[in-house]
């Protein structure tokens, strides 16, 4: 049977996705169990995003390569096989005896790196005295860096001693290639240059964090190279070679990066080998990147007898409301199979085969641009926040390089690391998954890792998407010491030591994109959200829900609100009667007992449902030293509190030094209890941040209106 009969009888058998005049149909998906999408209506099934699909003739089967299912750990199903059947499918995994260890060398260096450049800026970040500095430099940093460095020359050592053929000799030849500097990198750092301080030393800098940074990525890029088949991407572009009987897979998106690696599958032997050409295209991701940009294509050429490639797009270079990509410049590319060579047609140069497009081209998405700016100095900061005047929220002044846009979203502090979280976007909003990281002792950010831009659910990185509002979707958990962030894609859990996330797991519960909010108690952090009422024991990673004696509140969209009281071991909990429709209610939920009660406060009516506390409610915090629970909102120009030791609504002589989009008293706001120096933080949106010192001297309270 000639390819093209065979072809034709797969298209027969096997529907294709895309009908004339109709938008493309998702792809089925193979008999992997995923987690549910949660999303407003109800759990939904997850697509598969950005697979590549080509058309095996040699073995009637249709590839799907690659693609992310964000309700999948690590957002991939693999890739897979399908019958001309259209049933019966087949996993597509492999193994190489001579890749496979080492390519877990470089992977376990590549995590030592990251957990030792975590340390570093954990230290340097938290504005510590010198000698204190030091002494923490060299305890855990430099013992990372060191075990990080151990591996690496491990790795590189193996790298030269394999012995290895064919394609695989190739790999690990470009292996030793990538991964030479990342020693050097490593060992710098704990010791330094000439004239240099290093962590030996007991000296941090953004030099020395950039160092250990490289180094990481060093080693990652080596890992790809000693892959054993096309690894987790999206968007990749593939087509199929009849005169060599082999599909060729180039880039794709990993979410922080775009990769322009070149993969051929030899159908006849099913099997996969990297090729490394003398040069290759720009690294691209397809059409499902970007469907509202120019798709690329790759396709055969009958006429040429090669293999085309042409546009796509790339990593934006700037950050821009929902959006990571950008079209390529207009260009054309052929690729011989047997040569395992591209040759541009239009446009190029092109670059070295296996080159990576960070995200980092965006400054704010760099961890290493914020860590080159000059550092806060946490003396003047404090002799600032003791001048505040007292009873007024103040605008801080703007950091050296804040970070992007965060807004619809709340912020979270931590008091063990003495920092505050922002993970959200939205509206106007940073579209990426970044966690990042406000340091109140030195008016400074940083972020952990370099963000990924994707779509909804989890990234290959194990990372939860914050693409959309994510309101209350985040607590500080004191048991675990860790942050609990519910999402479409499951509830994440980031460890702020490690500065990543330690996994994901699924959820007994519809993640409600404006309805689920979390609080922190010394139990853990408790969920409430539509239909579950519970907390996460983050040890047992398991979700377990909490008595409720009553009936349970239901939280609703901008009209929700929740905080615990240290002083009663209870929560309370404000919302309206549904969107826009306030109540001017609270619930008492008493954590012991379990008890729920509504407890109709005086001046519901009044104060509860007046001008400024009647669109919108969602941020709260209990205040122990004034006993009281402040909202974020502002009635005739007076910020509202409830009093629970009296059990009503009261107006606080709090006033806002600026108003015009500063976002106090809506939305946009996080609000966050500073219990080291006993301030209220509010981050709102477009990178703007202020401070509150209650004076409870002057402070005045009144349950009345003003006239």
């Not at 190489?96 to 030792?116: K, Y």
């Not at 990525?217 to 000693?226: K, R, T």
């Not at 296996?354 to 961890?367: H, L, M, N, Q």
């Not at 003396?379 to 970070?403: F, G, H, I, Y």
Request: charged residues 25%; contains cysteine; neutral net charge.
């Amino acid at each position: 049977m000639n390819t093209g009969t065979a072809a034709f009888l797969l298209a027969a058998l096997i529907p294709p996705l895309i009908a004339a005049g109709e938008k493309p149909a998702d792809p089925p998906m193979p008999p992997v169990e995923v987690r549910a999408k949660g999303v407003e209506w109800g759990p939904r099934t997850w697509t598969w995003e950005g697979v590549a699909l080509v058309d095996d003739p040699a073995n009637k089967e249709r590839l799907f390569l690659g693609g992310r299912v964000g309700g999948a750990e690590f957002g991939t199903i693999g890739s897979w096989a399908l019958a001309e059947d259209g049933k019966t499918w087949r996993e597509m995994t492999f193994s190489s005896a001579v890749l496979d260890p080492l390519r877990a060398r470089c992977q376990g260096a590549r995590r030592a790196a990251r957990d030792a450049v975590a340390a570093a800026r954990s230290v340097y970040y938290a504005g510590m005295e010198r000698e204190d500095e030091a002494a923490a430099v060299k305890a855990k940093p430099l013992r990372l860096c060191a075990d990080a460095h151990k591996l690496a020359e491990e790795a590189s050592k193996a790298l030269e001693a394999v012995a290895a053929q064919g394609w695989e000799a190739a790999a690990v030849a470009q292996a030793k290639w990538v991964v030479r500097e990342a020693p050097a990198d490593l060992r710098n750092a704990q010791f330094g240059t000439p004239g240099r301080p290093a962590l030996n030393d007991g000296v941090v800098d953004g030099l020395l964090l950039r160092m250990i940074e490289r180094g990481g990525w060093s080693l990652d890029e080596a890992a790809d190279c000693l892959a054993n088949s096309p690894e987790a991407r999206q968007d990749a572009a593939a087509a199929y070679d009849p005169e060599n009987k082999c599909v060729v897979l180039f880039g794709g998106s990993h979410g922080d990066y775009v990769m322009s690696d070149t993969w051929v599958y030899d159908c006849t032997k099913k099997q996969w080998r990297q090729v490394w050409p003398k040069v290759s295209p720009a690294p691209r991701a397809m059409a499902a990147a970007a469907p509202r940009l120019a798709p690329g294509s790759f396709r055969w050429d009958e006429t040429r007898k090669r293999l085309i490639l042409s546009g796509g797009v790339t990593i934006l270079d700037k950050m821009a409301y929902q959006q990571g990509f950008k079209p390529l410049p207009d260009d054309e590319w052929e690729f011989d199979a047997k040569a395992a060579e591209w040759t541009a047609v239009k446009g190029g140069p092109g670059v070295p085969p296996g080159t990576r497009i960070y995200r980092t081209i965006v400054p704010a998405y760099g961890p290493c641009w914020y860590d080159a700016a000059p550092r806060g100095d946490p003396k003047a900061v404090a002799a600032w926040l003791d001048s505040l005047k007292p009873n007024v929220w103040t605008e801080v002044p703007m950091q050296d390089r804040p970070c992007p846009e965060r807004d619809w979203g709340t912020a979270r502090y931590d008091p063990d690391r003495d920092q505050v979280y922002r993970w959200t976007g939205g509206h106007c909003a940073d579209p990426s998954n970044v966690m990042s990281t406000y340091h109140p002792g030195i008016n400074r950010w940083s972020i952990p890792y370099v963000p990924e831009i994707y779509g909804k659910g989890m990234s290959f990185n194990g990372r939860p998407d914050c693409l959309n509002h994510t309101y209350l979707h985040m607590a500080y958990d004191p048991v675990s010491k860790r942050l609990v962030c519910t999402s479409m894609g499951g509830t994440g859990v980031y460890d702020p030591d490690r500065r990543e996330w330690d996994f994901s797991l699924d959820q007994p519960f519809n993640h409600h994109i404006y309805e689920t909010c979390t609080v922190s108690t010394p139990q853990g952090v408790v969920v409430w959200t539509p239909g579950f009422f519970g907390t996460l024991d983050v040890k047992a990673k398991e979700w377990k829900k909490l008595p409720v004696n009553g009936k349970l509140p239901k939280s609703v969209t901008d009209g929700s609100a929740l905080t615990y009281d240290s002083k009663r071991d209870a929560i309370w909990m404000l919302t309206f009667l549904g969107y826009q429709k306030p109540s001017g209610q609270i619930w008492r939920y008493e954590m012991k007992t379990g008890a729920m009660e509504a407890l109709s406060p005086a001046g519901q009516e009044t104060i509860g449902k007046a001008k400024g506390f009647d669109k919108e409610i969602r941020e709260c915090v209990y205040l122990p030293r004034l006993d009281l629970v402040l909202v974020n909102n502002f009635v005739a120009g007076h910020q509202v509190a409830y009093d629970p030791a009296k059990n009503r609504w009261v107006l606080l002589g709090i006033s806002k030094e600026a108003d015009k989009g500063s976002g106090l008293g809506g939305v946009s706001l996080g609000l966050v209890c500073d219990t080291k120096r006993d301030l209220l933080w509010g981050l709102s949106s477009y990178k703007r941040i202020f401070v509150l010192k209650i004076d409870p001297k002057t402070l005045t309270v009144s349950d009345e209106l003003p006239k």
